[in-house]
């Protein structure tokens, strides 16, 4: 017991032979310390809440133009997929619109990011909405070339049609039968060819099994004109054939033309664009991951940060207080014993 004291009345001897004047300083000085932590570690967690909310700031503002990165290229694609079934200018003016709206969200947005992954991100988004838009400006000019062909198809057609209709109504008044019989079967296979011309070029279903139908009636057709130039060779009937020919290899010439401007267009609406767009869908969604993800995290962390700070100032004004009683009864006593043996 003796031991135990003499432990504690050396752990305080220094402090008991110090002047009353020091020991209310070394109070003071404590309590200024304790203060100091307090004031230090609230500077410090709020700054850190603060830089915490700037960084969700900036996510959010990544999130929202990521949103409109995705409402903007799924507004160009429907545009563009409008354009190539109907061929309207207004739709193709709408959808550049919007690939130069989402042109200048995607700069925003590489402004805003300081993220590495959300800029190749970024970058990679804008070379395929160019690609895509590149893609586009294609089928802009194939439509066009399209709609002059489809125009030029129909003008031949036409011209073939009363070609044969001379043909044969010459064929019957020169009394040349064969070709009258010849001309009647060719006008009648070239009007369902045209039929199904118009079938293959318009798409859908049933543009494929007219494809096939047209190729035998060419076939079919230009077999008829060879069988017309046997039967009005030697009279005067051989030049109209001829030029019958002429007009007949034209107009498969120009469907062949269409046939292969409708391959590329398919090709780039069904596949090269297709995998553009597919392409941007995948950043806009990791975008908007990322976005998601990062707003979970900071809001975690800013959450964390502030229980951190509370529980740190909780515990040390609770401890000063303790501290600031102790010293009290120590100091007041050093003050009062004086007195009393006075």
Excluded: C
Excluded at 39 to 45: M, W, Y
Excluded at 155 to 171: F, H, P, R, S, Y
Excluded at 296 to 308: H, L, N, P, R, W
């Amino acid at each position: 017991m003796t031991d135990v004291a003499a432990t504690k009345k050396g752990s305080f001897a220094l402090f008991a032979d110090m002047p009353v004047k020091a020991k209310i300083m070394a109070g003071f000085a404590l309590v200024l310390a304790i203060l100091a932590i307090l004031g230090t570690t609230g500077f410090t967690s709020f700054r850190s809440v603060g830089t915490n909310f700037a960084t969700y700031e900036t996510s959010v503002d990544i999130a929202q133009t990521g949103l409109g990165i995705g409402r903007g290229t799924l507004n160009m694609r429907r545009n563009v997929r409008e354009f190539a079934l109907t061929g309207d200018d207004k739709d193709a003016e709408v959808a550049r619109e919007y690939e130069t709206k989402v042109i200048e969200l995607i700069e925003r947005l590489l402004a805003a990011a300081t993220d590495p992954q959300v800029v190749d991100k970024a970058r990679e988004l804008e070379a395929l909405v160019k690609d895509y838009g590149t893609g586009f400006e294609r089928v802009v000019e194939l439509k066009g070339e399209d709609e002059a062909l489809t125009g030029e198809l129909a003008t031949i057609g036409g011209e073939v049609t009363e070609e044969l209709k001379t043909l044969v109504k010459d064929a019957s008044a020169t009394g040349n039968s064969n070709a009258m019989i010849v001309g009647q079967a060719a006008l009648r296979e070239f009007m369902e060819l045209r039929l199904n011309v118009v079938k293959a070029t318009g798409g859908g279903e049933q543009a494929a099994a007219a494809q096939e139908k047209v190729t035998e009636e060419l076939a079919g057709v230009e077999a008829a004109i060879t069988g017309l130039a046997k039967a009005s060779a030697g009279s005067a009937l051989s030049e109209k054939v001829e030029a019958l020919g002429a007009s007949v290899a034209s107009y498969h010439e120009t469907f062949t033309k269409l046939e292969a401007i409708d391959h590329e267009l398919t090709g780039l609406i069904d596949g090269t664009m297709a995998e553009a767009g597919k392409g941007i869908t995948e950043r806009i969604d990791w975008l908007d991951a990322y976005g998601t993800e990062s707003e979970t995290a900071i809001k975690a962390e800013v959450d964390s940060t502030v229980e951190t700070a509370r529980t740190t100032m909780l515990a040390l004004g609770v401890g000063g207080i303790v501290l600031g009683l102790a010293f009290a009864w120590i100091i007041g006593g050093a003050i009062a014993k004086p007195i009393a043996q006075a």
